[in-house]
Structure formats: structure tokens, C-alpha cells
């Protein structure tokens, strides 16, 4: 681990919470 | 367990913990739907919250976990992190008014619900934890007092948030997914209460007493630490703690310092800390006999973690103390391995350990190449800031097989890492400490 793994984890990180609740929407909107 | 193996456990489990309280409200009869908007905005706001409950996990030096990740990457993944949940959870109001502006007159305190102001206290809280931490030296903030802002905002941040999510109380119908997010803040809430009361608790009943404080070169003091009533603790060389010195260990005064000792000899420990800020400006000013509280050891900067065919250490300033104790101990366990040190100062009356570096040179296979920003008439050593023509010039061939570690001010560990991308190093043989992590 270093400087750039934290980074990456950073950027899953974002992108796993905008998905998901992307998905969340979707799912769950009309 | 190999360290890399725990890193991917510690990094399934937070992912799984960020992801499970947003499952556990798509599961079961769910409310009616709404717009995509609106819904996208609630999902957010979820999302953002989830995350600021996380950064619990990482700031509560966790031994388990300070042990496997370096500690100024944990702050400074809970730095951005934070941004994140902060630019979540204000896209959770700002998604809502922009599809109903009307929605906007909520923001008055005097007319709307409670249970919407509660959701404006937890994002400005949240916004102030963030000005306070970014902007903390411009604002001249010092650090006892970030901290205790620290202390306080974030419980209310999260609780008034989740008072906020029961008000509403869209998606939390059910008690069992009302029992996840409140047992959620409560364990949680549950890790503040080990780090303000069980951990200095146990720290209180395990004293150290300093026992010597000696000048050093370079405007620098160790203090000799002797545990008093029990054994100590064990720790690998180049590990850190923190010192509360003259204060409660339930206050905001406990600051990270490198151990300095030799990991091999007694269960004393040193310190060597430079006269730089408020608190370390009157250090040599604490009286032989003082308690010294010590929680720790932390952090994954060492050889021990570490393992290579010969060791490069590269230290600015006061980044020294790691270095020595990883030599010093390499001295007491007879290491055979070849070890080189680059040592950056402003000036050779600044350079801490200078003297004890020429004996270590005996008793070690250990070249010290002293880089100086201002060298005195005569100096026929290195100059300026350590580079890659530097380090080509000072290093065997076999380079890229070494494992460096790298610990100063953050500009000079972004130059160095820089030099060694230049000369081909591998990252992966690149370990960093960043003195002034917080």
C-alpha cells in the first residue's frame, strides 16, 4: 500500500457510491 | 498472515461496510417510488452518510490497522474520503432543489420541519470539519483545538444526520432497517468511546516516567522513556507513537513522534523530537520524573514489515529518528545487510545524530551520504537536495532490488519519489512517513 493504492481505493471508492446509487435510483424510482 | 493479505481483508471489509447500510433499504417492501431524481438525491444522501461513517474505522488508531496500512496514507485517504461524503451529501438537498426550487424556503430554520434543519446541522458540521482540517494552518487553528473540533462535530454530524433519516422516515419503516443504521451509529459512536475513554483508561493504568532529556545537534531533544509499573510493549524498529507528556490522557494534547531506540535492546524507548512547533518548542523544558503517556507502537514503516536485500533510507530534517531506530537495531541484531543513509539539512549544525552516524558506520555495512543546502568552507560531501543523479552516483547497481524508506516533510518525500520513478526504482520497494501527518 502506498501513496497510489490510496488513491485507487479514493476513486473506487467515489465510483462505487455514485453507482450504487445510480442503481438505487433506478431500481427504485418509477 | 502476510501484510499484503491483510490489506485486501481491511479493504473487503470497508467496502462491505460502506455498501451494506444502502442494500439493507432495497431490501424488503419498499415504499412507494418516486421520481429518479428525487430518489438519486435520497441515495446520495444515503451514500454520503454511509462513507462519513466509515472514516471512523481509520482515524481510530486501530493497532490492527496502523500496523498494515502507513499512517499518513490512512489521513490522508480520510482527508478525500471526507470531501467525497461531504460532496454526496450536499448533492442530496442541492439534486432536490433543483427539480423543486421551491423547496428551498426548507432552509429557514423558523418555518421548516425539524427534521430538515437537522439535516442542514449535520452538512454544515460536516463543512466545518472540513474548513477546520484543510485550512487549519492558514486559520491559524491550533492543532489541541482542531482536535477537539474534531471531537465534537463529528458525533454530531452523524447523529443529527441520523436523527434527520428517522424524521423523514421514508426508508427506515421497517425496525430492521431502522435497527442496522442505528446500530450502525452505535458502533461507531462505539469506536469515539474507546479512543476518548477506554483507550487513555488503559493508558492511565500504564505509565512511562522519562528518565533522561538530552540536547541534541539540530535544535533536537531525546527523551529517555522507562515503563513504570509494567513491562512495556514490543514494537518493530521505525514504528511511531503517540506521547501525551504533562496533560490527562483523556485531553486533546497526545501527538505522533518515531520511536528512535533499537527494537532489540530494553523495553525503554526514545524520542527525538526537534524544537519546531508550539508543543515541541518547550520540550527540553519537561522535568526528568514527568509521566509520559504512550499509545502505541503504530505504523508499518519498518524493516520489519518490510524485508529486502539491503536498505535504502532517505530522511530530511527530523524525519532521522525512524532511521535510526531501524539502524540501531540492525547494529544489536548484528545485520550483515548493506544499508545506505541520505540525509538531508539545511546546514551541518543542523544534522541530529551526526556523530552517533560515524560510529554506526563502523559497526554497520552503512554508507551516510550527508546532503547539506548550505555546506560549510571545505565541504567536499553533497550539496543541495537529494536527486536521482544523487542517488545514481551513491547506489549499486542492483538498485531497483533494495527497499527504500523515505520519511520528512511531505515536499521532500513528493522529490524523492519523484527521483526514484527517474532511476527506475519499483514502488512497490517504496515506503514513505511523513512527519507532520496531522
Known amino acids: ?30 | 498472515m502476510k501484510a499484503a493479505t491483510k490489506q485486501w481483508l481491511w479493504l473487503l471489509l470497508y467496502f462491505f461496510v460502506l455498501l451494506a447500510p444502502l442494500i439493507v433499504l432495497l431490501i424488503g417492501p419498499r415504499p412507494a417510488p418516486r421520481e429518479f431524481w428525487r430518489e438519486l438525491s435520497v441515495a446520495l444522501g444515503f451514500s454520503g452518510l454511509a462513507l462519513m461513517g466509515v472514516q471512523f474505522i481509520p482515524t481510530a488508531r486501530l493497532r490492527p490497522l496502523t500496523n498494515v496500512f502507513p499512517m499518513d496514507d490512512v489521513y490522508y485517504f480520510h482527508l478525500r474520503a471526507a470531501l467525497i461524503a461531504f460532496a454526496l451529501v450536499l448533492a442530496h438537498p442541492l439534486i432536490l432543489f433543483l427539480f423543486n426550487p421551491t423547496a428551498v424556503r426548507l432552509l429557514n430554520p423558523l418555518t421548516a420541519p425539524p427534521r430538515i434543519t437537522l439535516g442542514l446541522v449535520s452538512l454544515l458540521a460536516l463543512a466545518a470539519l472540513i474548513v477546520t482540517s484543510i485550512f487549519r494552518k492558514p486559520l491559524k487553528i491550533s492543532y489541541e483545538l482542531w482536535r477537539l473540533v474534531h471531537v465534537i462535530l463529528t458525533p454530531v454530524t452523524i447523529i443529527v444526520a441520523m436523527l434527520h433519516m428517522l424524521g423523514v422516515d421514508y426508508y427506515l419503516s421497517l425496525p430492521w432497517q431502522r435497527g442496522v443504521w442505528i446500530g450502525l451509529t452505535v458502533v461507531w459512536m462505539g469506536i469515539i468511546a474507546h479512543n476518548r475513554l477506554t483507550k487513555p483508561l488503559r493508558l492511565l493504568r500504564r505509565p512511562y516516567r522519562l528518565v533522561d532529556s538530552k540536547p541534541e545537534t539540530g535544535r533536537a531533544w531525546t527523551l529517555v522513556l522507562r515503563p513504570d509499573g509494567h513491562e512495556g510493549f514490543r514494537f518493530m524498529p521505525g514504528q511511531f507513537a503517540w506521547l501525551t507528556i504533562q496533560r490527562s490522557p483523556f485531553g486533546m494534547r497526545s501527538h505522533p513522534f518515531s520511536i528512535a531506540s533499537s527494537a532489540a535492546s530494553s523495553n525503554q524507548l526514545q524520542f527525538t523530537i526537534a524544537e519546531l512547533g508550539d508543543f515541541t518548542s518547550r520540550i527540553g523544558e519537561v522535568p526528568v520524573g514527568e509521566v509520559v503517556y504512550v499509545d502505541g507502537p503504530h505504523g508499518s514503516f519498518s524493516i520489519d514489515r518490510y524485508d529486502g536485500p539491503g536498505y535504502v533510507f532517505i530522511a530530511g530534517g527530523i524525519g532521522s529518528p525512524p532511521m535510526l531506530s531501524m539502524l540501531r537495531t540492525m547494529r544489536d541484531r548484528r545485520s550483515h545487510k548493506p544499508a545506505w543513509f541520505f540525509y538531508g539539512n539545511p546546514e551541518w549544525e543542523s544534522v541530529t545524530f551526526r556523530e552517533e552516524l560515524e560510529t554506526l558506520k563502523q559497526e554497520l555495512d552503512l554508507q551516510v551520504i550527508h546532503a547539506l543546502e548550505r555546506p560549510p568552507a571545505q565541504w567536499d560531501g553533497e550539496t543541495g537536495f537529494i536527486d536521482a543523479d544523487m542517488l545514481r552516483r551513491h547506489l549499486p547497481d542492483n538498485r531497483n532490488e533494495l527497499v527504500y524508506f523515505i520519511c520528512g516533510p511531505q515536499p521532500m518525500i513528493a522529490a524523492v519519489l519523484a527521483a526514484l520513478r527517474q532511476i527506475g526504482v519499483p514502488p512497490n520497494n517504496v515506503h514513505t512517513e511523513q512527519y507532520d501527518m496531522v
Open chain 1, 1 to 30: 500500500m502506498g501513496r497510489t493504492h490510496a488513491r485507487v481505493v479514493i476513486w473506487l471508492t467515489f465510483l462505487t457510491l455514485m453507482l450504487s446509487s445510480l442503481a438505487f435510483a433506478l431500481l427504485q424510482s418509477r
